[in-house]
């Protein structure tokens, strides 16, 4: 039983977010997660883009970094290789990781550098008061696509299967216990781990996830992945996803003879591409699997005293 | 036998002659037979063009004197051309009278067709100068017909046929060359011996030639003594990087995504894993730089190095860098640009970006290393200063410095004055001490939790602030800091005439090129002072009242006068500005000229 309690790893700070933004319920996850993990504050570093997710990191007693836009990232990839002690977690939104920080998420992905990266999608530029981010919805109406949003979105899961992630899973912040249970999942982990948060910005696109994330429409239109588990959904678990030839299908629960199997590949795009609301949405792991780490030598084997054959290593000669 | 004062060789080919190999084991020859050496490799922007074209020309040029010298010359004393492009390419640097060594098998009609230029054009060579023109490949393959190859391979020694002839042509022994190849092909000990039979062949043939050498043989130079290597300025930063690494004992990460010509310092590091020198090959510019922030945060050493657009791209980065106060290093090895411009060549045109190329008010210390060898003492100041007054540091190199080898003398660790590393000082992240510096505390360790991020900072915990009065406050107080570092430097060294009426001011690597002209200057009656800044923020606090005490300054640069414009406005002195912005270093001949020109001005 770990030592650590919730008020180990919240502190004084006055939270800025707008009230009722859905932030507040992934920092209480968090806060409420991180004693489990048994790991003393000081092991934690929150390193966060721009944005308002981008605030995390002062809103939590770890060590934090608030860097620059998009390249969260980047700086952990540093910060991790550099001391493998340290748990890293990064913060960051659809703008920040999808946008202007692309590239360096899928390559953060692809090398499988052990931090976790948390995404919150709230599918809309925050921060900058209401423009259109990279998960916009088609149509969506924002101030700067008064006729709604043309392009097409972003789908983060198959982007971040097709990069190379270790770990992909979906959470949302209406549902913080089951947003603790990934985010503790994620941790464990060891590799890159990226975990997709549907978050409600409350001001700029109000209720975006309400007809599956809220409470009551859970369970008609969610399904929780659990290994090994069929895909069921409904008040009364009688509906499932079937996986045909040509894809996920809706059938009775009877016919759901496809049990998740969060260790393929091929499954876990398919999973990924289900678009609600022709679909439930999937919650949980879509995919894991264990692979090599990206990581660098922690000490200086050499010393001093290897200095002056180095300095030799080209032929020398003696003036006299 | 009478010796000569300096000689200076061109080797030139296509780029994929071997002609940099050559230039280098003929330098690491004279070196260890006690001649000065400058190298130039001036190698072409396209890897491998079109054999034969004018853009795959690879040259190298190298000077050697038995006194020291501090460039790799302007004018040639001997020219090999292995074909027409490379011939058109370097002739006109040519001395009268000079030797012109050219491979006839290359000289074919279809090769000055490649080059676009008419066989005519070496019709009057003779009369200007000493030519020795004859088959190069068909006697490479004469002299290893012996050994078992196939043609390509046996064509392919015919650089050390080449070097073989020059060894000879300049008195200077084949063995170190002999020792080399047994080494470089101990795994093909048949490519190993054409190499070494074709380095004979070569060296045996100019007996045969009748040359007079005795023109192009130098004597001993009389540096001061010690133990010497020949060393790049890329090797220079890989030693100080291990130097820092090992007496600290504290990793680095050295990070940086492949540019012309900066890469080389990325392929310098990936040898010194064991020396804690650790690389990231990043996606890009900015994530190499950010990679490094992320170390720095985490209480690791952190180099970043970039070339001309690269800087650019790291700009954003290093405005983070400045306000969380972070100590880095970000080598830039400029080259000529604007944009892609001519990335091969080099110049001095970055000195404005890193020392303003930031938005809002982002001071940063900015050095510049004066020669290859001093690329070494350069990074360790510029650790020293980072750890020191925690933020970030530019050091200013460029194309010609990272890859020109000079003499090094090889330092006592002992006698190196290295920083020291010492994490959490204070309590509280921004408590600083008596240099403004503040405590660099890293995560891990209990009681010192903070969190850091771009937003203006208040206090001693570095609070988010929106507050006016604050940020004027820290506005003025990093200023402060950043001009606090000038206290830490060394006095300005005054070289040429002390007392002339003339200062004389450069920077970075054109200091061989200046002091040379200094001297010329001197030996022809026309005394000038000279003062070489390797530090250019905060400039040292001697220079304002030095500036004063001349009639007449005047900055040479390798921009259109970026540092003379900086001392005009920070001085207010008439400041005159002689520049060259044309890709490649100061000839002395015309620094000299300009010099005299300026010096004279009054009676024209």
Redesign the interface.
């Known amino acids: 039983m770990s030592s650590y309690k919730r008020e180990d790893f919240t502190n004084s700070?006055e939270v800025r977010w707008c009230p009722g933004c859905g932030d507040y319920a992934i920092l209480a996850a968090l806060q409420k997660m991180l004693p489990e993990l048994g790991l003393?504050?000081?092991?934690h570093?929150f390193?966060s883009g721009i944005g308002c997710a981008g605030r995390l990191?002062?809103y939590?007693?770890?060590?934090?970094?608030?860097?620059?836009h998009g390249?969260a990232t980047?700086?952990?990839?540093?910060?991790?290789?550099?001391?493998d002690?340290?748990t890293v977690w990064v913060v960051t939104g659809d703008g920040d990781a999808l946008s202007i920080g692309g590239?360096?998420l899928?390559?953060i992905l692809r090398r499988n550098v052990n931090v976790n990266i948390l995404l919150f999608n709230n599918q809309v530029y925050g921060l900058t008061k209401g423009q259109f981010s990279p998960t916009s919805q088609k149509g969506q109406v924002t101030k700067t696509s008064p006729q709604g949003v043309t392009n097409e979105p972003l789908n983060p899961l198959s982007l971040a299967l097709a990069a190379g992630a270790s770990f992909v899973a979906r959470a949302v912040d209406k549902d913080p216990n089951h947003l603790s249970a990934i985010l503790k999942k994620a941790h464990e982990h060891k590799g890159c781990s990226f975990v997709e948060i549907y978050q409600d910005c409350n001001i700029f696109n109000n209720g975006a996830f309400d007809e599956f994330a809220v409470k009551n429409n859970r369970a008609d239109n969610t399904i929780v992945l659990e290994e090994g588990q069929p895909l069921l959904y409904g008040a009364q678990k009688d509906k499932a996803l079937h996986l045909a030839v040509e894809g996920f299908q809706k059938v009775a629960a009877e016919e759901g003879l496809y049990h998740h199997n969060p260790a393929s590949f091929i499954d876990a795009m398919q999973l990924a591409r289900l678009r609600f609301p022709d679909f439930p949405v999937p919650l949980g792991v879509y995919y894991q699997q264990e692979r090599p780490l990206f990581t660098?030598?922690?000490?200086?084997?050499?010393?001093?005293s290897?200095?002056?054959a180095?300095?030799?290593a080209?032929?020398?000669?003696?003036?006299? | 036998m009478s010796t000569t004062d300096v000689i200076v060789i061109r080797i030139t080919g296509d780029s994929g002659d071997g002609v940099q190999l050559v230039g280098e084991q003929l330098t690491?020859t004279a070196?260890?037979t006690?001649r000065d050496v400058r190298t130039l490799p001036d190698f072409p922007a396209e890897i491998r063009a079109p054999a034969g074209t004018v853009a795959g020309v690879s040259g190298f040029q190298l000077a050697m004197a038995e006194h020291a010298i501090f460039t790799a010359g302007e004018s040639l004393d001997v020219l090999v051309a292995l074909n027409p492009a490379a011939l058109k390419n370097s002739l006109e640097h040519l001395n009268q009278g000079g030797l012109l060594i050219i491979n006839e098998d290359s000289f074919q009609d279809k090769d000055w067709k490649k080059a676009g230029m008419e066989k005519s054009f070496l019709d009057n060579c003779a009369e200007h100068y000493q030519v020795v023109s004859f088959p190069l490949i068909s006697q490479t393959l004469l002299a290893v017909e012996a050994i078992e190859l196939t043609k390509p391979q046996a064509t392919k020694t015919k650089n050390f046929y080449v070097l073989g002839l020059v060894l000879w042509l300049f008195d200077l022994p084949t063995t170190?060359c002999q020792a080399f190849i047994a080494k470089k092909f101990k795994a093909k000990p048949d490519v190993a011996k054409a190499n070494e039979m074709s380095l004979l062949a070569g060296y045996n043939y100019a007996m045969t030639l009748e040359l007079s050498r005795r023109e192009y043989m130098v004597g001993q130079?009389s540096?001061?003594?010690?133990?010497?290597?020949?060393?790049t300025g890329v090797?220079a930063v890989g030693?100080a990087l291990?130097?820092l690494?090992?007496?600290t004992?504290?990793?680095m990460?050295v990070?940086g995504y492949p540019i012309t010509p900066s890469s080389s310092i990325l392929h310098e590091c990936a040898r010194l894993?064991?020396?804690?020198v650790?690389l990231?090959q990043?996606?890009?510019e900015?994530?190499a730089i950010?990679?490094?922030?992320?170390?720095?945060?985490?209480?690791?050493l952190?180099l970043t190095c970039t070339s001309g657009p690269g800087l650019d791209l790291k700009s954003?980065?290093l405005?983070?860098a400045v306000v969380?106060e972070l100590p880095l290093v970000l080598i830039d090895v400029q080259r000529a640009g604007a944009s892609t411009g001519l990335p091969t060549k080099t110049g001095q045109s970055d000195l404005r970006q890193a020392l303003y190329g930031r938005h809002g008010e982002a001071p940063l210390a900015v050095l510049a290393a004066n020669s290859p060898a001093d690329c070494f003492n350069t990074i360790i100041e510029a650790f020293t200063i980072a750890l020191r007054y925690m933020t970030p540091v530019i050091v200013l190199l460029d194309a010609y410095l990272a890859n020109a080898a000079e003499p090094w003398e090889?330092?006592a660790?002992e006698s190196l004055n290295l920083p020291e590393i010492k994490y959490n000082r204070f309590p509280k992240p921004f408590q600083r001490d008596e240099n403004l510096s503040r405590s660099w505390n890293i995560?891990?360790?209990?009681?010192?939790?903070?969190?850091?991020?771009?937003?203006e900072k208040q206090g001693d915990e570095g609070?988010?602030s929106y507050d006016a009065d604050n940020h004027q406050k820290m506005v003025n107080l990093r200023n402060e800091k950043i001009q606090g570092i000038a206290a830490s430097y060394a006095p300005l060294v005054i070289e040429g005439d002390a007392k002339a009426g003339i200062l004389l001011i450069g920077w970075g690597s054109t200091y061989g090129s200046l002091k040379s002209a200094v001297a010329q200057c001197l030996a022809q009656g026309l005394p000038v002072a000279y003062v070489h800044l390797r530090q250019l923020n905060p400039l040292p606090n001697d220079l304002g009242p030095l500036l004063k005490s001349y009639e007449k300054v005047l900055v040479a640069e390798l921009n259109t006068g970026q540092l003379c414009q900086l001392i005009r406005a920070t001085y207010l002195v008439d400041a005159q500005s002689i520049s060259q912005c044309n890709g490649q270093p100061f000839s002395v001949s015309q620094l000299v000229h300009a010099i005299n020109k300026e010096a004279n001005y009054e009676l024209l």
């Open positions: 700070n003393a504050p000081e092991q570093v390193v990191p002062y939590m007693n770890t060590y934090g970094f608030h860097t620059i390249r980047a700086v952990a990839t540093g910060l991790k290789t550099m001391r002690d340290l590239n360096h899928i390559h660098l030598e922690q000490a200086v084997k050499k010393s001093v290897d200095l002056p180095l300095y030799r080209r032929a020398s000669w003696q003036q006299s | 690491i070196a260890l006690g170190t130079t540096r001061a003594s010690g133990e010497y290597r020949q060393i090797e030693l291990a130097t690494t090992t007496h004992k504290v990793p990460l990070s894993a064991d020396f804690g650790q990231i990043a996606e890009d900015i994530a950010c990679a490094c922030i992320g170390a720095a945060y985490g209480g690791r952190a954003e980065s405005g983070l969380t090889i330092p660790v995560p891990g360790t209990k009681d010192f939790i903070h969190q850091l991020g771009g937003l609070r988010v």
